[in-house]
C-alpha cells in the first residue's frame, strides 16, 4: 500500500469520525440547566434524547408523609438523569402479568418524571401523560409509558410518578387540622399539579413550549385528567386534555366528601393498630396498605375544598373547569359493570333478572340476545355501556354544555396480535378482544413493550402502521387541538348526533351507542368499582 493510500485511509477515518461526532452533537443536547440545577440525560438509538429520574418534588418521606408536595433542594454539581426513579409504593407484578415490567424497585421516595425529546425541537408542544392503575398500582417507569415514539413525532414528552394507595389519597381528621388548607387526601392529585408546575418551568429547556401542554391519562390516569380539569389548582396549567378510559362517574373517580373520606381514614388507622398520626407517619411505608377486604377501609379522591372545591359535576356545571379542548374515549371491550363471565344465553337471562329485577325486560330490549354467543357479546356491550362509554360521554357533554372548546371522541376496538400459545394470569388472549388499557401501546407507539422480557405479541405490519397513525393523531391534537391527521379524519362530538371515530381493523366514523341505554343505566344502582378494579 502506497504512502499516499494509508494517508486517504486516515483522513477517511478521521473524517467519518469527525461526522459521527457532528451527528451525535447535532441528536440534541444531553445536558440541561433546570430551576434546581444541572441535569444530564442520554441519547438513544433513535436519535431522541431521554431525561429520566429528575426530582420534581422533595421525597415525601418522615415528617412530610401525608404534606402537600415540597419543591426539592436544588443542587450545582450534575445530576445525571439516566434511569428511570422507584416507583411509588404498590403491589409487585408477576412475571406472567400482561404488563410485566421487569424488577420493580419500589420506595416512598418517588415523586421524580422523565423527559424524551428530540434534535431540533422548538416550542414543540407538550404531552404530560399520567398513568393508570387504579390509583393504588402503576409508574412512569413501565416501558409501555414510554415517550421515545412521541418524541419522533414532533412533541416532547413527560410522565411521572405520584404517590398511590393510601399514601397517595388517605385523608384524616388528624391531617386536616395540621394542614394550612384545613384538607387532607389527593396527596397524589397534589404530585401531579406539582408535576405541571415544573412542567411549566422548565419545559422550555428541552425545546417544549409551556404555552402549549396537553396532559393525557388512561384509567386512573384518564380520571385524573378529568379532576385536573376540574380543579382551580391547574388554572393555566395545560391548554387539552386526553381521557381514555376513566371519567364522570366511573369507579374511583366518583369523589367522596372530604368527611367521608376522614372517616375512611380513621377506619385505617384503626385497622393497621394506630393510636394516631404520628404512629402511622413512625409505620414502615410497606405495611401502610389498604385492605381488600368486605367492609374495610377505602381511599380515593375526596372534595377537599382546595384541590376539588365541590364534585365534579358540580364544577363543570358552574363553568369553573379549565375550558380546553377535549380527546376523550373508550375501549370496545372494556367490562366493569357486573356481570362478569357469562356462561350462555340462559346465564345472561337470569344474572338480568338478578340484577335489574322487574326492569330486567326493559334491559334485554337494550341488549337482546337470543344465542348464547349474542348473549355473551351483549353482556360485555352492557358492562361498558354502564361504566366507560357512560362515563366518557358524561365528560364530553359536560364541556361541552359548559364551556366552549370542542370535543373529539373515540372507540377502540382493535385487538392485539399475539405471539402463538401465549399464557397471561390476568387476561386471556382468546377473549380479550379491545380490552382495558389495549389502546395505550398504540397511541403512544410502545408496541414492542410487550416483547421486552418474553414475547407476549406477534405484532403485524399492519399493526405497526396503525400505532404510528394514531401516534400522530395524538400529536396533532397536541400540537392544534384538533386530531385530523393523513390516516384518519375526526369528527367533533355533537351531543344531537353523536358520532366518534372507530380504531379497529381499519378507521371509520360510527355511531354512539344509544343513548336510551346510557339513560337506562343512570336509573339502575351501579356496580361499585372502588378499591382499584381500574388496575391498568
Not at 258 to 281: M, T, Y
Not at 314 to 319: E, H, M, P, Q, S
Request: glycine letters at 10%; a positive charge; proline letters at 7%.
Amino acid at each position: 500500500m502506497t504512502m499516499m493510500r494509508k494517508k486517504f485511509r486516515i483522513l477517511t477515518a478521521l473524517g467519518l469520525l469527525l461526522a459521527s461526532s457532528h451527528a451525535a452533537l447535532a441528536a440534541g443536547p444531553a445536558r440541561v440547566t433546570l430551576d434546581s440545577g444541572p441535569v444530564e440525560g442520554k441519547r438513544l438509538n433513535s436519535g431522541a434524547t431521554a431525561f429520566l429520574g429528575i426530582p420534581f418534588a422533595a421525597p415525601p418521606v418522615r415528617d412530610l408523609r401525608w404534606k402537600d408536595p415540597q419543591p426539592v433542594i436544588p443542587w450545582k454539581d450534575t445530576y445525571h438523569a439516566d434511569r428511570f426513579g422507584p416507583q411509588c409504593m404498590q403491589p409487585q407484578r408477576g412475571l406472567l402479568t400482561n404488563q410485566y415490567s421487569g424488577a420493580e424497585i419500589t420506595s416512598e421516595d418517588c415523586l421524580y418524571l422523565n423527559v424524551w425529546t428530540a434534535p431540533g425541537l422548538k416550542k414543540a408542544p407538550v404531552i404530560v401523560y399520567i398513568h393508570g392503575g387504579g390509583f393504588f398500582i402503576g409508574s412512569s417507569s413501565m416501558p409501555i409509558y414510554s415517550g421515545e415514539a412521541v418524541s419522533r413525532q414532533g412533541a416532547v414528552f413527560v410522565n411521572f410518578n405520584y404517590r398511590t394507595g393510601a399514601l397517595g389519597l388517605m385523608a384524616h381528621p388528624q391531617l386536616s387540622a395540621e394542614s394550612p388548607h384545613k384538607s387532607s387526601g389527593n396527596y397524589g392529585l397534589l404530585d401531579q399539579v406539582a408535576a405541571l408546575k415544573w412542567v411549566r418551568r422548565n419545559i422550555a429547556r428541552f425545546g417544549g413550549d409551556p404555552e402549549n401542554v396537553t396532559i393525557a391519562g388512561q384509567s386512573a390516569g384518564s380520571m385524573s385528567v378529568l379532576m385536573q380539569q376540574a380543579s382551580p389548582l391547574t388554572r393555566g396549567l395545560f391548554h387539552r386534555a386526553v381521557g381514555m378510559s376513566g371519567g364522570l362517574g366511573a369507579g374511583p373517580g366518583a369523589t367522596m366528601t372530604l368527611a367521608e373520606a376522614e372517616g375512611e381514614g380513621v377506619k385505617l388507622q384503626k385497622f393497621l393498630k394506630a393510636a394516631d398520626i404520628e404512629q402511622l407517619r413512625a409505620m414502615p411505608a410497606d405495611r401502610i396498605v389498604v385492605p381488600r377486604i368486605a367492609d374495610g377501609p377505602k381511599v380515593g379522591a375526596n372534595q377537599d375544598g382546595y384541590f376539588l372545591p365541590d364534585t365534579l359535576e358540580n364544577l363543570f356545571a358552574k363553568g369553573a373547569q379549565n375550558d380546553v379542548p377535549l380527546m376523550l374515549g373508550f375501549a370496545h371491550d372494556e367490562s366493569f359493570g357486573g356481570f362478569g363471565e357469562v356462561r350462555g344465553l340462559d346465564d345472561y337471562r337470569a344474572k338480568a333478572a338478578a340484577r335489574f329485577g322487574d326492569r330486567a325486560k326493559d334491559f334485554l330490549d337494550l341488549y337482546p340476545a337470543a344465542t348464547d354467543v349474542e348473549a355473551k357479546a351483549q353482556a360485555r356491550a352492557a358492562d361498558r355501556d354502564s361504566t366507560m362509554a357512560s362515563a366518557m360521554a358524561r365528560w364530553a357533554e359536560a364541556q361541552l354544555s359548559h364551556g366552549k372548546n370542542r370535543v373529539f371522541t373515540y372507540q377502540f376496538s382493535r385487538a392485539h396480535s399475539y405471539a402463538p400459545g401465549v399464557k397471561l394470569t390476568d387476561l386471556d388472549p382468546a377473549t380479550a378482544g379491545a380490552y382495558h388499557t389495549s389502546e395505550v401501546p398504540f397511541w403512544l407507539g410502545t408496541l414492542d413493550s410487550f416483547n421486552r422480557y418474553r414475547t407476549t405479541r406477534n405484532w403485524t405490519s399492519a399493526d405497526r402502521a396503525f400505532s404510528l397513525a394514531m401516534t400522530r393523531s395524538l400529536v396533532a391534537f397536541a400540537r392544534t387541538g384538533n386530531p385530523d391527521a393523513a390516516e384518519m379524519k375526526w369528527p367533533a362530538y355533537d351531543p344531537k348526533a353523536p358520532t366518534l371515530i372507530e380504531l379497529g381493523t381499519t378507521v371509520r366514523t360510527a355511531p354512539w351507542p344509544d343513548r336510551r341505554k346510557f339513560e337506562f343505566f343512570q336509573n339502575v344502582p351501579r356496580p361499585s368499582m372502588a378499591g382499584g378494579a381500574l388496575r391498568d
